[in-house]
């Protein structure tokens, strides 16, 4: 195998660098937009079912 030109490969390890973070990024807005759905959907339920919902060990509907 013969050894990659310097510039070819700065180029190479720039660009796997770039969509790196592209995908870091488009990983974090949808955990943001999950997180902000589930925040949605606690602040649209019944306010026994949110009790239930903040405690370990509890389902959403209170019945286990």
Known sequence: MTEEPYAN?????AEQ???????????EELRQRRQDEARQ???ESP??????AQLP???PT???
């Open 9 to 13: 490969r700065q180029k190479r390890l």
């Open 62 to 64: 209170g019945i286990r």
């Open 17 to 27: 660098a770039r969509q790196r973070r592209e995908r870091t990024t488009e990983a």
């Open 47 to 52: 306010p026994e079912q949110q009790h239930y």
């Open 41 to 43: 959907e606690a602040a």
């Open 57 to 59: 060990g509890h389902s």
